[in-house]
């Protein structure tokens, strides 16, 4: 399988501050689905958006797809010490990917 | 999005003996699970793909004797470490996949386990 990147690699903001995290992949899914994991820990699912669909909010978080560009950001909004973690975003359809993740630091 | 559960969420175990990891699809059936590892700070290496009630496809260096798969109904597989050493330490990830009809996949990534050898 081959791997879809997020950037950035790294991200450090301050508490309160908004961050914002994408993902591109290389062929035509499903859905997609941004994961969030904390060090040591295991994967959480944060959300799934679907092909046909543009945009997903789920609390703090804000997702949009764009097909044609064959990308995703993840918006986190008022970011807390507490969301200092690693994102990845994964895509299924005819193939699948993973990515290499974006590791956010919110400093207080 | 579906579930995919794991258990154990975290083991530890002394080196030579074998540890079992299960991986399941709680609402939905799996015709295929992939299992992953984890190293720090990388994404996962698949390590071996499962299709129900067929032997395991294991990528290029993985130790089919060693890291033993069964798939034997459509919403478990298990993940099955031989005579452990501390190099096999590791994150292990499941992910199941099923089939939409004829339009593709949709797979979903179980929270992973943590192996810690001594």
């Known amino acids: 399988s081959q791997q879809g990147e997020e950037d950035p690699q790294a991200l450090s903001i301050q508490e309160g501050e908004n961050a914002t995290m994408n993902c591109s992949y290389k062929t035509s899914i499903n859905n997609l689905q941004w994961y969030r994991q904390n060090s040591g820990r295991g994967l959480v699912h944060l959300i799934l958006i679907r092909s046909n669909e543009r945009e997903k909010h789920s609390g703090r978080l804000r997702v949009t797809l764009d097909t044609s560009k064959k990308s995703s950001s993840l918006l986190i909004t008022a970011s807390r010490a507490a969301d200092t973690a690693s994102y990845f975003c994964a895509t299924s359809g005819n193939q699948f990917y993973f990515g290499t993740g974006t590791s956010l630091t919110v400093i207080p | 999005g579906a579930v995919v559960s794991q258990h154990p969420s975290r083991v530890i175990c002394k080196s030579g003996t074998s540890v079992k990891i299960e991986c399941r699809s709680l609402d939905f059936q799996a015709t295929t699970m992939f299992w992953y590892r984890q190293f720090p700070k990388k994404s996962l290496m698949l390590m071996a793909t499962s299709n129900e009630g067929s032997k395991a496809t294991y990528e290029q260096g993985v130790e089919k004797d060693k890291f033993l798969i069964n798939h034997a109904s459509l919403t478990l597989s298990t993940l099955t470490v031989t005579s452990a050493h501390p190099e096999d330490s590791s994150f292990y990830i499941c992910?199941?996949?099923?089939?939409?009809?004829?339009?593709?996949?949709?797979?979903?990534f179980g929270p992973g386990t943590r192996l810690t050898v001594t």
């Open positions: 992910s199941a996949r099923n089939l939409i009809r004829s339009n593709g996949y949709e797979q979903y």
